[in-house]
């Protein structure tokens, strides 16, 4: 086999499964080749990867060692795409009245999401996460991405306890953008307690979903490292919680005169 | 740039958004070469992915011609991939009683999921759906996969109308699981009418869930072209539908001894 198809399949093989460690050897015994030339071999495929701006191949040393292809994104791809999302948002045909807006099309465009979470694989790489965990349902699609971006298993909080979660734990927010007490369910399952998890949603407004998350998580003394959301309102200023990190901004929603507000957010990283 | 690179930086390209078409001169500029080399690049460059078993680049002549990636699976894998499903959710500690098993472990490892997902993007990837269509919650997780792998965009059900979908049409239905009437809802603004769906779930029993799915689509004059359902229950025999394809079969849980039974579908394609 010739290093130009060799080169293929290790670009391949090791992006299909982000984050997960080969040893040098499964290449070596896959190709039959020498642990020098495989060593040249991924060398050039990082090279390729790091030109498209997508991630990079990473090098473990050690007897556990390995190479893994982390994902990423360069900054010029994060203004691209925020600069792409903030158009589509800005549609005044998303207005729905109160203060909603329509944004399921964005958050089930797959080919957006995966992008999006190529930010968030970016900026919590080194979080120290077990799991990605978010509240159905807008952003299962984001946080499933980011899960498997970052070779992490993802935890759904429900909204109702079911009987296919087993024993679960509930507790009661108030939701602030729909007025009311909420409630979110887990399953005992679902985490090891001691645990350490990134949460990810579309969207917050006063950050009650998102701190809910947090608060579930804490009765399993599963701490939160990492908050990233798709979408937060600028308003109200004073959110349920501090640390968390946006892709876009939303301001004014002028429902009179059919205009949107939305801002990139400039220090992500 | 030397060809082993470009061979690196297409296929990361190509299968970074399957399903997507790049016309030739995309890579003659990015690469600065004639079309003759980019033409030579792109048949190692399937090669190579031949080789992995997980698809293959194809190549669409004319004006609006170009190359994509489509995602495959070879039947060896299919097998593999059964084979390890099976044995997981054999785990009788998934007894959860009253025939209820725990498999969001499963369905919420993405690593699996992506892979479920490419035999059903190669089952239907001629199946001409414009859209993948799913009820939430569990079955999320893959239909996103699903949907990335073949380029559609994601519609998901949801069990109540929410503020933020807009204006809903809803239905009513039976669940044999949870032997009640239970509700599902679609924004208007999910689907184009006359178009066609191809619906994904996670489980499957009497198929009053995936039934309602279609009745919900026909509500729009959304047309089902496929049904794809990662476990399906061999009891009742009955269904209420007919054309589906599983992955894998549930047979007996018996929770006296602790077994459950599991087969693979030796028939998907």
Do not use: W
């Amino acid at each position: 086999m010739k290093r130009t198809e060799r080169i293929g399949i290790i670009v391949k093989t090791l992006t299909d499964s982000p984050g997960k460690l080969y040893p040098l050897h499964y290449f070596c015994e896959l190709f039959d080749v020498a642990k020098s030339s495989i060593s040249e071999d991924l060398s050039l495929a990082d090279s390729s990867i790091r030109s498209t701006g997508t991630g990079y191949i990473e090098t473990i040393s050690g007897a556990k060692g390995g190479v893994r292809f982390m994902s990423s994104i360069t900054a010029e791809a994060v203004e691209a795409l925020q600069a792409e999302f903030c158009e589509r948002l800005r549609d005044s045909s998303r207005i729905l009245g109160g203060g909603f807006l329509y944004t399921s099309d964005l958050m089930f465009d797959t080919a957006l999401v995966s992008k999006l979470a190529s930010i968030f694989a970016r900026k919590f790489r080194d979080s120290g996460a077990d799991y990605v965990a978010t509240v159905e349902t807008k952003g299962i699609p984001l946080a499933t991405m980011v899960a498997h971006q970052l070779d992490l298993p993802l935890v759904i909080i429900r909204r109702e306890a079911k009987v296919s979660e087993g024993s679960t734990v509930s507790i009661n927010y108030f939701s602030g953008s729909y007025d009311r007490v909420q409630k979110m369910s887990i399953s005992k399952r679902a985490v090891v307690p001691g645990s350490k998890a990134l949460v990810i949603d579309d969207f917050m407004r006063g950050g009650g979903s998102t701190k809910g998350i947090s608060d579930i998580l804490a009765e399993f003394d599963v701490s939160v490292v990492g908050v990233g959301i798709a979408i937060v309102s600028l308003e109200p200023e004073k959110k349920r919680l501090t640390d968390y990190t946006a892709v876009l901004y939303l301001g004014d929603v002028d429902e009179e005169n059919h205009t949107i507000q939305v801002f990139p957010n400039e220090h992500i990283f």
